[in-house]
């Protein structure tokens, strides 16, 4: 995809530079031996002006339709890429997740057989108990699980109101306060691809608190501050040291970066040990086109 890109881009280089010189020597010449012979200057100078116009309009058109084109080819390209990174992150948490916990479940089935064999009771409720949470905890991964592949659907009801039902069913699965505080009127002063790309990124941090975080409480807020919008996904939990090094490989931030690139954004973690953690999205505004994000899109991703 990469190698295509950079062929057509060399092609089209070539066209722009050679084209346009090409079309007025072709058109002086015609102007010069055949016109100027066959009619008076002054019709000369119009037919002219007319085809200048003409040929400028149509190769203008002409370029504007093949970077559209690419545009259109790279966007679902990486709209793939994403979907494709999108469902091996499903696998590693069902892997490391719901896979474990099914094991875990499976022997202490074992356990409670040989405990129930050998009459003891006491033990054996203690392990029925184990068995139950264990399940319960299954249950609400397979449904969270369920639910990001559904993200996409749900933006038909709103962006806010997909926020919302997410922050719902979050804390309905983990007894974890959310708060969610959206821009005045529940504007969404973004176009569709960032709407689920956002969306995303709000799922993955929500999956970090679960994960990681040990919290009580998060908030998911926005606000515009001078041309962006600002959303932040905070925790009370209980935080991690920042090093030196990118956290591009942990906490799934990499994923998150790419996502937010896609319509022009970026994402930042700020933790301390103790306080709490911030995932903050950060999107530009073009105030020229009514509060638009830049990287403009009117198609829904899937992934």
Not at 54 to 83: H, I, P
Request: proline share 3%; hydrophobic share 40%.
């Amino acid at each position: 995809m990469e190698y295509d890109d950079r062929r057509r881009y060399r092609r089209l280089k070539l066209l722009t530079t050679i084209g346009p010189t090409l079309f007025v020597a072709v058109a002086e010449t015609v102007r010069f031996y055949y016109l100027r012979s066959m009619l008076p200057p002054a019709s000369v100078s119009l037919v002219a002006i007319a085809v200048t116009l003409v040929g400028a309009a149509g190769f203008s058109s002409y370029v504007f339709d093949v970077v559209e084109k690419m545009e259109n080819e790279r966007r679902t390209y990486q709209d793939a890429m994403l979907a494709l990174q999108e469902r091996e992150r499903l696998a590693r948490e069902m892997h490391d997740g719901l896979a474990q916990t099914l094991a875990v479940i499976n022997l202490k089935v074992y356990q409670a057989k040989t405990l129930l064999e050998g009459q003891r009771l006491d033990e054996l409720r203690r392990e029925l108990d184990d068995i139950r949470t264990a399940v319960n905890k299954s249950y609400s991964e397979v449904r969270q699980s369920l639910y990001d592949l559904r993200a996409g659907k749900r933006l038909e009801e709103g962006f806010w109101t997909a926020v919302r039902t997410l922050a719902k069913d979050f804390q309905e699965g983990t007894k974890v306060d959310v708060e969610v505080t959206s821009l005045p009127n529940d504007s969404v002063p973004w176009n569709d691809m960032a709407s689920v790309q956002i969306l995303r990124i709000i799922q993955e941090s929500l999956a970090n608190v679960r994960k990681h975080a040990e919290a009580k409480h998060v908030q998911i807020s926005a606000r515009f501050r001078d041309d962006v919008v600002e959303l932040k996904v905070t925790d009370d939990g209980k935080g991690f040291t920042m090093g030196p090094e990118p956290l591009n490989h942990h906490f799934g931030l990499g994923i998150m970066q790419e996502r937010a690139q896609t319509f022009g954004g970026r994402v930042s973690i700020k933790s301390e040990p103790g306080v709490g953690t911030v995932v903050t999205i950060t999107c530009q505004i073009d105030g020229d086109k009514g509060g638009e994000v830049i990287g403009k899109s009117k198609n829904y991703v899937s992934g």
